[in-house]
């Protein structure tokens, strides 16, 4: 799946105009990029393709506006990017994305140089992919790179309909390096083979169950999730977390996971509070005895230990979604103690973007990952066996 795909590796950029779409949607609070690891992710793409004397048009969405806002321009990211990449990057103000100002930009060009285009959500084309956008952005360039992997999984005019008016077209190395882990995991993992999902719904990750209990050798519940997982076993879950119209689908996983061979852990004991916020009484209790006014927050010791022992000996991890309510310090505790035992393991680790990440990030363990996947949705997608319509629109080798 994917695997054939051009890479930057395989263009000759040489005086040539490169739109190059990344993941440039970064957190910002009053007007100051509060994290940059999607910047500091898009850099290696965006070097090679400098130093081989391409003229670089870089574009990008930020958040989810429906028009133009300047709540959200990417005149901050341009700034980074400069210091970053010690020469400027100019910043083409058009609220229409592609209009005069980018224009004259690509216009005065040199090979090495970079342009930063304005959000291409300020147009309302982009989510529908309408033809007469990507024709705009298509124009400006020659050659098309994808190294948004983030938003590889939405078929929008920056990410699928600019490939049709744009005949050369590569991933990046960001979209390259998720594919590899990503795609090497799914289809061909050394094993055993180990899975963590957490997170708070079944719903978000049915889909991902299903697929990764055709090819795990043991699958890791934890999160929100597991409570209705505990109901599909008989248990009382009291307050928590519950998709009472995802019981019966939880009962039919454990029973495929037995069909299949695959050894499926879910918590043991749980860590239980009346109310949800850190300052607050809490205890553990075994997983079959929640009270009823209480609700569980975090995953136990005893199932602490297991899940970290179920992970000695695995070959290849994938992670998705913490194993409690890890932004309260309390209730941290099973994500540090599986995000711990990950940084200690020699296995190919796979971080699968989102909550995961973030926590991964958090807690330090981030250097010890093989991989953090920039998509959580995408990784997602990918995870579930689904094609991803901004990695198929790219020319294959």
């Known amino acids: 799946m994917f695997m054939n795909k051009k890479s930057v590796n395989d263009l000759q950029v040489k005086g040539k105009r490169i739109l190059v779409r990344c993941d440039f949607n970064v957190p910002l609070k009053d007007g100051e990029i509060t994290d940059e690891n999607r910047i500091v992710a898009a850099l290696p793409t965006i070097k090679k393709l400098m130093n081989d004397g391409g003229r670089l048009i870089l574009c990008s969405h930020l958040g989810k506006p429906k028009e133009p806002d300047m709540a959200f321009t990417l005149a901050p990211v341009a700034k980074r990017l400069s210091e970053h990449l ?11 994305v592609v209009g005069e100002n980018a224009r004259k930009a690509v216009a005065a060009m040199n090979d090495g140089d970079v342009i930063l285009l304005e959000n291409t959500r300020f147009r309302k084309e982009e989510t529908k992919n309408i033809a007469d956008f990507s024709k705009e952005l298509a124009e400006l360039a020659d050659v098309y790179v994808n190294d ?10 920056s990410t699928v309909g600019v490939t049709e008016y744009i005949k050369e077209s590569a991933v990046g190395y960001l979209m390259d390096k998720e594919i590899e882990f990503l795609g090497n995991a799914v ?3 050394t094993r055993p083979f180990v899975a963590i999902l957490g997170g708070a719904k079944v719903s978000d990750k049915i889909a991902v169950i299903n697929n990764l209990l055709e090819k795990v050798d043991t699958l890791i519940i934890g999160g929100g999730m597991a409570y209705t997982f505990m109901k599909a076993q008989g248990y009382e ?17 454990i029973e495929k996971a037995k069909a299949k061979g695959v050894n499926f852990l879910l918590p043991v004991d749980t860590v239980i509070v009346k109310e949800f916020k850190n300052d607050t009484e809490f205890k553990t209790v075994p997983s079959s005895s929640i009270e009823a006014d209480w609700m569980g927050v975090d995953i136990g010791e005893k199932t602490r230990e297991i899940f970290t022992n179920a992970l000695k000996d695995a070959k290849t991890v994938v992670w998705n979604g913490p194993m409690g309510v890890f932004e309260f310090d309390n209730f941290a505790k099973g994500t540090i103690a599986v995000a711990k035992a990950l940084a200690e393991i020699d296995a190919t680790t796979i971080i699968g973007g989102g909550d995961s990440a973030a926590a991964v990030n958090l807690l330090g363990f981030g250097d010890k990952m093989s991989h953090i996947s920039t998509g959580g949705g995408a990784s997602l997608e990918f995870l579930e066996g689904k094609d991803l319509p901004g990695v198929v629109a790219v020319n294959d080798k």
């Open 187 to 189: 289809n061909n993992p």
């Open 148 to 157: 948004a992997f983030g938003s590889s999984h939405r078929a929008h005019c």
């Open 86 to 96: 010690g020469k400027e990057v100019i910043f083409a103000a058009d609220d229409t």
């Open 237 to 253: 879950v009291g307050n928590s977390l519950l998709e009472e119209d995802k019981v019966e689908y939880s009962k039919e996983m």
